[in-house]
């Protein structure tokens, strides 16, 4: 069975998503994601567009305004369930490996 696409999202389609909360550019975007991981995590322009053209065509995010090459974006209501859906899985990862990892955290101070 084919696994469907976008399930889980990487570190980069979450901050992507994440910072189309609010309508945004492409430049825009780029910045928002490194603000929002305090510069852990940096998308190229290559990876940026091409996952804004996967984004948009599954319909989960959506081209707001287009001035000559700058194209903003929003998250649409499917593309907000599916960020959702991710964050509570994630943390139900971190819940559940709590037990585990705290306790081996602990014995390493």
Same mark, same amino acid.
């Given at each position: ?13 979450? $901050?992507? *998503? /994440?910072?189309?909360? %609010? &309508? =945004? ?15 852990r995590v940096r998308i190229g322009p290559?990876?940026? $567009?091409? *996952? /804004?053209?996967?984004? %948009? &065509? =599954? ?51």
């Amino acid at each position: 069975m084919a696994r469907e696409q976008f399930q889980n999202l990487s570190e980069q389609m979450y $901050y992507i *998503l /994440l910072s189309l909360w %609010e &309508e =945004q550019c492409g430049a825009d975007i780029s910045r928002r994601v490194i603000e929002l991981s305090r510069g852990r995590v940096r998308i190229g322009p290559g990876t940026l $567009y091409t *996952l /804004l053209g996967r984004f %948009e &065509e =599954q319909k989960i995010i959506r081209q707001t305004v287009c001035e000559g090459r700058k194209r903003y974006y929003i998250i649409t209501e499917k593309g907000r369930q599916m960020l959702i859906t991710e964050y509570r899985r994630l943390q139900a990862l971190v819940r559940e490996g709590a037990p585990y990892l705290e306790k081996e955290e602990n014995q390493n101070e």
